[in-house]
């Protein structure tokens, strides 16, 4: 069953890299960082699950493998869609049904759902999407900063936190820095799935234990933080950082381990089950030489002709993108954001240039920050960067995502309806009008995404616009607009909407010079 279940994966993972290499290195890109580093020890741990439980799955009868041929082709069909429509973060889960599907026809539905933990287990090496992985972490980072700041007062050290930018005088730790440890947020929750499995534990205890590793997690990152600002206060900054970089995983990693078990023993305890929490399955029945020893037979049991045909399927799925129609990207020509005019009827503009530090944050080809003006009335700042691909999940950094990293506090949310006269055509477009607070100041923001001459409010409504003009049309382009303007420069709400509104319009007629429709 061992080598059924490591062949399950092999074979797919097998015609995925050789059939789909922009998955192979989008797969390896995220199994090569530290919020997946994890990835590489699944399959090992699946395995020895399935060999622990082997002597309770093996059963003459196999079942059914109708289910396995059903599973393996939505993985398939998974797969073309992520080839086809530049979907990377599908790539993923197609690789997780295809490995399910293979492993049904081996063994049959009867032996299967004996090792459906092992089974689960591959879908926590399973790259998240970007924008869910960001929505989640998002509020988890603030929450993190906050507790180690409180921390470091704790210590008798001033800080001053500015969303997730703590600074303490002698250092400051930038958000990379300061929430570097919350990237042991996934490692963790596959811990403590294993923890679960390995201590016999009830579906309920394993849930109870996957919720208790996003706090521990937070608690332990914000412990971390505490300990690099306290080193560098009272020993020296080379110390902290070297700390910082070299015992990051010994602080979140190791204690976080026990207090999952800790969690483990308490919940166990108070169901009444204060024997579970211990008794872990950790040997095999019957030892391991018996267990290895009937492993070939597994396979013998499935068939040769089962095997055949699955290598003979999973041989045409990796040859399918050198038969069906080769995929296309149209790279739209444009202006570049150099050129970008600063004189826009009333407004007249100013180029800013922006920090490396987020110059580098995300893939964009080309950018303008410019702030505009017009006589006597307030300063608009205009940032629009341009993507050559919105799958590289670029457009998840939004401002509704990112200013409160950056120390805002959104006080208002909502769709705006702004009037838009095209042409003879008079349009309402559908945007997105934030107010947010920083340092003590208000300021209007209005955001949208651009994508082939659309304009796009809802991020969720993104993908599958994108989506069908990758498939038709192989555009896949785009732009984030975003303008901000400070509320004290102007006498109320309505002005503020007014001029926000005529620097929009303004802009929309402008943009498709470098944002290509």
């Known amino acids: 069953m061992v080598i059924a279940y490591l062949a399950s994966l092999i074979i797919p993972l097998a015609a995925l890299w050789i059939g789909y290499p922009p998955g192979r290195d989008w797969l390896l890109e995220q199994w090569g960082s530290e919020e997946y580093s994890h990835a590489v020890m699944i399959p090992l741990v699946g395995a020895y699950m399935v060999l622990l439980n082997q002597s309770t799955a093996e059963e003459r009868a196999t079942g ?10 939505a ?13 990377f973060s599908v790539y993923g889960f197609s690789l997780l049904l295809m490995t399910c599907g293979v492993f049904l026809l081996f063994v049959g539905w009867g032996r299967a759902k004996q090792h459906w933990r092992a089974l689960a287990l591959l879908l926590f090496a399973v790259p998240m999407p970007t924008a869910l992985f960001n929505k989640m972490s998002g509020s988890l980072q603030l929450i993190s900063s906050r507790l180690g700041a409180a ?26 820095e300061a929430c570097s440890g919350l990237r042991y947020l996934l490692p963790l929750v596959a811990l403590a799935y294993i923890v679960g499995v390995f201590s016999r534990a009830s579906l309920a205890r394993i849930g109870l234990l996957l919720v208790a ?21 009272y020993l020296s900054v080379n110390l902290a950082e070297g700390f910082l970089h070299d015992f990051e995983g010994w602080v979140i990693f190791f204690p976080a381990l026990g207090l999952l078990l800790l969690v483990n023993w308490f919940v166990s305890k108070i169901t009444g089950q204060r024997a579970s929490a211990f008794d872990w399955a950790l040997v095999p029945e019957g030892g391991f030489v018996s267990s290895l020893a009937t492993q070939p037979k597994t396979i013998v049991a499935a068939g040769l002709p089962t095997l055949a045909a699955t290598f003979v399927v999973m041989i045409g799925v990796a040859s399918l993108p050198h038969v069906l129609p080769q995929r296309a ?28 530090i987020y110059r580098n944050a995300l893939p964009w080809s080309d950018y303008l920050l410019a702030n505009f003006v017009k006589p006597g009335g307030p300063v608009i700042n205009v940032f629009v960067p341009y993507f050559p691909s919105f799958y590289d999940g670029s457009y998840t950094h939004n401002p509704s995502v990112c200013l409160p990293g950056n120390g805002w506090v959104i006080e208002q949310e909502g769709i705006k309806e702004l009037p838009y006269n095209q042409g003879s055509e008079h349009r309402l477009l559908r945007i997105n ?36 003009n990758s498939l038709t049309e192989g555009r896949i382009d785009g732009a984030l607009v975003r303008l901000v303007m400070a509320l004290d420069s102007v006498p109320d709400i309505s002005a503020a909407d007014a ?16 944002v290509p429709s």
Request: aromatic share 8%; hydrophobic share 50%; charged share 15%.
């Open 213 to 233: 590793a996003a706090p521990i997690t937070i608690l332990m990152n914000s412990v971390r933080i505490a300990l690099t600002a306290v080193f560098s206060e």
């Open 151 to 176: 921390m470091i007062e704790l210590a008798g050290i001033t800080v001053h936190l500015e969303g997730n930018v703590i600074d303490i005088g002698t250092m400051q730790m930038q958000v990379v």
């Open 75 to 87: 993985g398939v069909a998974l797969l073309l869609l992520a080839h086809y429509g530049h979907m």
């Open 64 to 73: 059914s493998r109708t289910a396995g041929a059903i599973t393996l082709a």
């Open 433 to 468: 009008r934030l107010i947010a607070t920083i340092e003590g100041k208000r300021h209007l923001v209005y955001y949208w995404f651009q994508h082939k001459g659309q304009i796009i409010a809802d991020q969720n409504a993104v993908k599958p616009i994108l989506l069908w």
């Open 499 to 514: 001029a926000m509104e005529g620097m929009a319009t303004t802009l929309l007629d402008v943009l498709p010079r470098f």
């Open 329 to 356: 990207v149209v790279t739209p020509p444009r202006e570049p954001f150099s050129m970008f005019p600063l004189e826009l009827k009333d407004w007249k503009g100013q180029h800013e240039r922006m920090d490396v």
